[in-house]
Structures are given as C-alpha cells and as structure tokens.
C-alpha cells in the first residue's frame, strides 16, 4: 500500500525560528517521486519540489531545505528563519513511478506569528 | 496567464442536479488530473488523462461521475444527481510526462456546495 504521513497536524512559531515538517511514506515500488506542496489561506497548491527516489542529495532552495533519507522513508522540510508569509498548510505527497496520482499525506498547518 | 484555470471557482446547487467543471491545463502539458478536497484533509486523487486517453480512475470515482478530455486540451467534469456529500474543492492540476519534470501545476479549484 501507499501512504503518507504528516504527524504534525499544527506547528506554531514566531517568526525567525526555523521550523522542520515531518514527512513519512510508504511504497514498495523502487522508483517513485516525492513532492512539497504549500497552500496558503487564499487556497491554490503551490508546487515546492520534487524528488526522485533514486535521488538523495539533500537540497536547499533559499530559507528552505529538504532531507531525503530512503533509510528512515522520510522526506522532511526545513524553513530557516521562518516569516509571516510562510503560513499555510504544506502537503507531502508520493507519486508511483509507474502512475500519474499523487498520493497526499493529510498536512501540517503552519502558523508563524510576528 | 499561462497557469492552469478552471470555471467555475464556486458553485451552489441543490441536491439532485448536475453540474460541470471546466479546466484548461497550461498549454504544453500533456497530462491532466482531477483531485477533490474536502476541508483538513489533504487532496485525494479521481482520474487522469494523457492527451485525450483516460488512463486511470479513482474508486471515488462514481457511477454519478464522468470526466473528458475531448480534443486533449481541456477537460470538463461533471457530477450527474448531485449529493450533499459531493461539497468539496475539485481541484485541476497538470503536468509533463516524468521524464520532463512531472511536477504537477494546480489550478485554484471549484468550490461545490451542494444544499
């Protein structure tokens, strides 16, 4: 079976703290993606990254930083100095290799107060 | 624009009618998919397209649902007799095949209230 999950329903944090999203998943194929998505109050999923499972380099995008360890099943994602406009609901998802669907985890509410 | 769009973004109806969805993919992508959110919950996946052909189906995907993608560009999805339990965000997305990158581009969604 597939799955995600996002233990953290909520975090909160004041701004400039960094912050870390858990990401567990579930497969059995060898060849599968995982992705960050973020959805702000206003709704629309924002595309963060992508990562194929053949690939575990870490990867670092500005504030933010993603560590893949095939080990653990664990995608997680890292804001530095968090701000403001950081607060959303971010998703983790997984894709089959062999399959379009995204299989979403249920996500972290994130909440970062000034 | 060049990001995915759909149409209508709300819609309220009673309990019986049908409806139908629109969205129209960014314009390269080849791939299509449906998803619905309901509130707190992540958005969980209903059928794709490649180009014109439906490739696969959600068990959620009821006898009440039908989705097309006629020419390979946009897609329609309609909800025939309409239940309160259909209320959610049905969400477009689209992308590449994976060997261009199958990050997939969402639209900002339908919010279907069904009264």
């Known amino acids: 079976a597939q799955k995600v999950t996002q233990a953290q329903t909520e975090i909160s944090v004041v701004e400039k703290e960094d912050v870390t999203l858990d990401c567990v998943y579930e497969?059995?194929?060898?060849?599968?993606?995982l992705f960050w998505y973020k959805q702000p109050p206003s709704g629309e999923l924002v595309f963060l990254i992508r990562r194929n499972s053949f690939d575990e380099q870490n990867e670092i995008s500005g504030r933010y930083s993603w560590n893949f360890q095939k080990s653990t099943s664990s995608f997680n994602f890292t804001i530095t100095a968090s701000q403001v406009v950081d607060s959303a609901v971010y998703f983790c998802a997984l894709q089959r290799g062999s399959q379009g669907n995204l299989i979403f985890g249920k996500g972290t509410k994130l909440s970062v107060k000034p | 624009d060049t990001g995915v769009s759909q149409d209508p973004r709300h819609k309220i109806t009673k309990r019986g009618q049908n409806v139908t969805f629109r969205c129209d993919p960014i314009s390269e992508h080849n791939r299509l998919y449906w998803y619905r959110q309901t509130l707190g919950q992540g958005p969980e996946f209903l059928t794709y397209f490649q180009n014109e052909a439906q490739l696969e189906k959600s068990r959620l995907l009821s006898d009440r649902f039908s989705a097309e993608r006629p020419k390979g560009s946009f897609s329609t999805l309609e909800i025939q007799r309409t239940e309160q339990g259909d209320s959610a965000m049905y969400l477009c997305?689209?992308?590449?095949?994976?060997?261009?990158?199958?990050?997939?581009?969402f639209g900002p969604g339908t919010r279907l209230t069904v009264t």
């Open positions: 997305a689209s992308s590449l095949p994976p060997r261009f990158g199958n990050e997939q581009y």
């Open positions: 497969t059995r194929d060898t060849t599968y993606y």
